[in-house]
């Protein structure tokens, strides 16, 4: 199976003199006591209280930097020569030998000094001007830059001009919704915070409305969460579709409109997004469009509409044909004064799952509308009738199929393969379940195994985020996902493969929680112990020294990601202090600054950590 390194530093321990008096403390902050001397348990405990209101009051712990490690001296000293600096031309020599960056250029590299310098004194700017270069702090400084030396490339560099379904896209679920699904409020600010961080698939659930806004709304259907605006959320779309990537904004809706209000939502959409708006110039496209001939361009996904029963009177919903839901109920959706909604006992969560049609009073037949409606979808959804298999056969009717996490476990155990071919020219897309109500997420591997390009992550929380490809949102997926091989030979996730690939990664320091944290986030009277899951824990300092290494073996590189979680160890419950998740087949080698995210996935301004990273054969 494919692999998901996740690593943290834990363990350890801490000896430390203070006062005349040894203390150890040993991770999950248990502090043994050893006196010089004889002295009473009363006595003990008065002078450890001192010691961290002594430390609270005058260093808040880890002021003074550490020794940097060993490999960073050791690689200034062989660039340098031996010296006390390294000039700009043995930079370039470094950056190009040991960072593999064969492209580097003294141009490039001029900027970049004059950015360590900022934060130098003077007599290092004054060394620098004399030829002499940076100290070994600035070469440390210089490598912290994690603009310029962070461990994924920053430009796009996959081939975008094959078609859509040959990537996988960064891909939001209930992408209004600002907390959890059962209760919270709906708002174009996740809209606009997921397009800031490269989302390119945005989910909008349409409703019936009471309001002037085109008789349509923007909710979480059956539940207690409230409406938003459909016009401010297309015109945040339109504002913010482009600021992270140029690549395609693709708009799925899950549609609960009658004919009226369909064609009402066409001519929103065609006003508001204008020239932005891309629409086949054929009803029967042989492979969709690419990434590349759609840049700058918004795409709509959703099933196509059908004749409807015309009613005078509002109605139960009128279900198009498909399989009822697997998920839970939501519950009642808070009705509008005017709109009053019977609903069943069933979970509208997904289009592809349960089409609902909502008949109300000014419901009637609207032919031109529904054809106008219908040519403004690229990426037809909705699912086929018939088995499993029947929906997964691969024919000239371009489709987009949804599963929820559920049912792709279950497709996975007996229709892998088939799920492997249909997302070769079909596009699937894979929903959190109904369960998932504090908007967690599943792991997204299990989709990506079998080639879906869309699985939804809920953006209330870190998603993991599609950083490869220069963070453009789409990812191309691995060859093997893509040929067409006798059965003997294609691509099996269950089955058990030798290692390809050995990740050595080596955890140096971190830096920056001084600046992005108060002085007691973290603990009142004493300074963090930072760790993660496979290094030990570093004792009361903002400024962690760690210099351990790991290896993993590697089955499906192309997949793997490395997931680094940082936490401050406490007596309770451990302190979250930064995440970040890297996909391995992109990580630059060398010495790399890696920045930390919080848990919505929003990156810290200032924390990083220093890392080094090698992808060797595995022998």
Request: some cysteine; proline content about 5%; hydrophobic content about 35%.
């Amino acid at each position: 199976m494919a692999n998901s390194v996740s690593f943290s530093i834990k363990g350890g321990s801490l000896v430390y003199e203070e006062m005349g008096r040894v203390f150890h403390r040993e991770s999950g902050s248990r502090e043994t006591f050893f006196e010089v001397g004889v002295i009473g348990r009363m006595r003990m405990k008065k002078e450890m209280y001192k010691y961290k209101v002594l430390n609270f009051l005058t260093r808040k712990g880890g002021v003074n930097e550490p020794e940097p490690p060993l490999d960073l001296k050791e690689a200034f000293s062989k660039f340098a020569n031996g010296g006390n600096c390294i000039s700009k031309d043995q930079l370039l020599q470094f950056m190009v030998d040991h960072q593999g960056e064969k492209n580097f250029t003294l141009s490039d590299l001029e900027p970049i000094v004059d950015k360590v310098l900022q934060v130098g004194n003077s007599s290092t700017v004054a060394d620098v001007d004399k030829g002499q270069g940076l100290s070994l702090n600035d070469f440390i400084n210089f490598l912290f830059l994690d603009d310029f030396n962070g461990p994924l490339k920053d430009e796009v560099h996959h081939d975008m001009s094959v078609p859509l379904s040959h990537y996988f896209m960064y891909t939001g679920h209930n992408s209004y919704l600002t907390g959890n699904q059962l209760t919270s409020e709906s708002s174009d600010e996740p809209i606009i915070e997921a397009l800031q961080q490269g989302v390119r698939v945005i989910e909008l659930d349409l409703w019936p409305s009471s309001t002037k806004d085109g008789g349509i709304k923007v909710v979480h259907g059956r539940t207690l969460t409230t409406p938003v605006s459909l016009t401010r959320c297309l015109e945040s779309i339109k504002k913010y579709a482009f600021v992270k990537s140029d690549f395609p904004v693709i708009l799925t809706l899950e549609d609960h409109l009658t004919s009226k209000l369909q064609a009402n939502f066409a001519e929103m959409a065609t006003q508001i997004f204008g020239n932005l708006l891309y629409y086949p110039q054929t009803d029967s496209l042989t492979e969709f469009p690419s990434p590349e001939s759609l840049k700058n361009r918004i795409i709509i996904s959703t099933k196509p509409p059908k004749e409807y029963p015309q009613s005078d009177s509002i109605t139960s919903p009128v279900s198009n044909g498909s399989e009822s839901s697997e998920e839970e109920p939501w519950g009642q959706e808070l009705p509008d004064s005017m709109a009053k909604l019977k609903i069943d006992d069933k979970n509208a969560s997904d289009e592809d799952e349960e089409d609902i049609i909502i008949n109300t009073c000014d419901n009637k037949p609207n032919q031109q509308g529904a054809r106008h409606y219908k040519h403004l979808i690229t990426i037809h959804g909705g699912k086929s009738k018939g088995s499993l298999k029947d929906r997964l056969r691969v024919d000239d009717n371009l489709r987009r199929l949804s599963l929820s996490e559920k049912k792709l476990k279950s497709a996975s155990e007996s229709h892998g393969a088939d799920l492997i071919r249909f997302t070769q020219k079909h596009i699937l897309r894979v929903y959190p379940k109904g369960e998932r109500v504090k908007s967690s997420n599943f792991r997204p591997h299990l989709g990506w195994m079998y080639g879906a390009q869309m699985v939804a992550f809920n953006m209330q929380v870190d998603a993991g985020n599609v950083r490869a490809n220069g963070g453009c949102g789409y990812v191309k997926k691995p060859e093997f996902l893509m040929r067409n091989l006798p059965h003997e030979e294609e691509f099996d996730p269950k089955r058990t493969l030798p290692a390809k690939k050995i990740l050595k990664v080596k955890v140096y320091k971190g830096d920056g929680w001084k600046s992005d944290f108060s002085p007691t986030h973290f603990d009142l009277f004493s300074p963090p112990d930072f760790y993660t899951k496979k290094t030990s824990v570093k004792m009361d300092n903002w400024y962690p020294v760690w210099d351990e290494e790991f290896e993993f073996p590697l089955t499906v590189p192309e997949l793997a990601l490395l997931r680094i979680e940082v936490k401050d160890k406490d007596q309770t419950k451990d302190d979250f202090a930064g995440q970040t998740c890297l996909p391995v087949s992109e990580l630059r080698h060398g010495f790399r600054s890696v920045p930390l995210y919080d848990q919505k996935g929003r990156k810290f301004k200032s924390v990083k950590l220093l890392m080094r990273f090698q992808l060797e054969d595995f022998i």
